[in-house]
């Protein structure tokens, strides 16, 4: 992902992200950040439009989703300065302890890309496709 197509790929998401479905956002939001982040380019709109309509989104999305917000948002904290999305962080970590997920679960599982991660619900563990 280069950095000018992915500046351009930022501005039209943020321009279509009003007309989203829920469908769209609850997949989407994550997937971004988490692409982002994993290309290490810090898109401040995105990451603004993101954390806004994330904030009242966080209980419909999926494991993968918080997590991968949670280690996206924190990989990204020293561009954001400390306090730029502490809020939303703060959010994202309570999402992740009522859905009674460890620290190093949440990590790992954030860190995946999407799709390499199934879940094992009944017993709150992680099966990673190798």
């Not at 994330?54 to 917000?69: A, E, I, K, P, Y």
């Amino acid at each position: 992902l280069k950095a000018d197509f992915a500046g351009e790929l930022a501005q039209e998401a943020v321009r279509q992200a009003p007309e989203w479905d829920a469908k769209m956002t609850n997949l989407g939001l994550p997937e971004l950040a988490w692409a982002f982040a994993a290309a290490d380019i810090y898109e401040v709109e995105l990451m603004s439009m993101i954390s806004e309509k994330g904030s009242s989104r966080l209980n419909m999305l999926n494991d993968w989703g918080v997590c991968s917000l949670s280690v996206s948002y924190r990989k990204f904290e020293p561009q954001s300065g400390k306090h730029h999305f502490q809020r939303f962080q703060t959010l994202l970590q309570t999402e992740i302890s009522r859905r009674k997920i460890c620290q190093k679960d949440a990590n790992e599982l954030g860190e995946k890309p999407p799709g390499q991660v199934t879940y094992l619900k009944r017993k709150n563990a992680l099966d990673v496709k190798k």
